[in-house]
Antibody, heavy 116, light 109 residues
Framework: EVQLVESGGGLVKPGGSLRLSCAASGFTFSSYSMHWVRQAPGKGLEWVASISHTGRDFYYADSVKGRLTISRDNAKNSLFLQMNSLRAEDTAVYYC?????????WGQGTLVTVSS | EIVMTQSPATLSMSPGERATLSCRASQSVSYNLAWYQQKPGQAPRLLIYGASTRATGIPARFSGSGSGTEFTLTISSLQSEDFAVYYCQQYNNGPPMYTFGQGSKLEIK
């Protein structure tokens, strides 16, 4: 069974940093591109970033470019999102998702709250 | 940047009725279009990819159509569990950018 479990969310002050993790199991992690998608409270879905299966290629939404960094460790079946210079508008539930055609598997999300 | 626009924002319908949701892309995305369903407190669920192919385990009452810039999700006979928010998403290549529409809420009338 495919499982994606996010962790690392919490309360952080504006300008602070946080590192999210996504633990994958039930499939060959190194064979799939992975994504982060976020959802602000009461709002719609926003694609954040993606990384190729090798980790060599990555892409970001303009709203997070230069502040958020996606990475992966295929040996540990893990996906990461390093979040720096956080702003109030980064407050959201952050989901990791596996790409096949479309995003077929999602974790349950981890909440990041940016507030003083 | 490709902008995805969904309509209507809210659709009020009764169980058993046929629902039609629309999604428009600001430029052609060919058939690179997916639909997701999201219920409160849950992660999104992939319904349709490639504009018209149902994902694994998705009931046949869900169907997708369209190409280029105009897409439609149709639910042929609404069940109680279908009332949720629906999102379209384009997955253009070169470089890969996955843009979501703003969502359409399907509510019980």
């Amino acid at each position: 069974e495919v499982q994606l479990v996010e962790s690392g969310g919490g309360l952080v002050k504006p300008g602070g940093s946080l590192r999210l993790s996504c633990a994958a199991s039930g499939f060959t992690f190194s064979s799939y591109s992975m994504h982060w998608v976020r959802q602000a409270p009461g709002k719609g879905l926003e694609w954040v970033a993606s990384i190729s299966h090798t980790g060599r290629d990555f892409y970001y939404a303009d709203s997070v470019k230069g502040r958020l960094t996606i990475s992966r460790d295929n040996a540990k079946n893990s996906l990461f999102l390093q979040m720096n210079s956080l702003r109030a508008e980064d407050t959201a539930v952050y989901y990791c998702a596996r790409e096949e055609i479309g995003l077929e598997y999602w974790g349950q999300g981890t909440l990041v709250t940016v507030s003083s | 940047e490709i902008v995805m626009t969904q309509s209507p924002a809210t659709l009020s319908m009764s169980p058993g009725e046929r629902a039609t949701l629309s999604c428009r892309a600001s430029q052609s995305v060919s058939y690179n279009l997916a639909w997701y369903q999201q219920k409160p407190g849950q992660a999104p669920r992939l319904l349709i990819y490639g504009a018209s192919t149902r994902a694994t385990g998705i009931p046949a009452r869900f169907s997708g159509s369209g190409s280029g810039t105009e897409f439609t999700l149709t639910i042929s006979s609404l069940q109680s569990e279908d009332f949720a928010v629906y999102y379209c998403q384009q997955y253009n290549n070169g470089p890969p950018m996955y843009t979501f529409g703003q969502g359409s809420k399907l509510e019980i009338k």
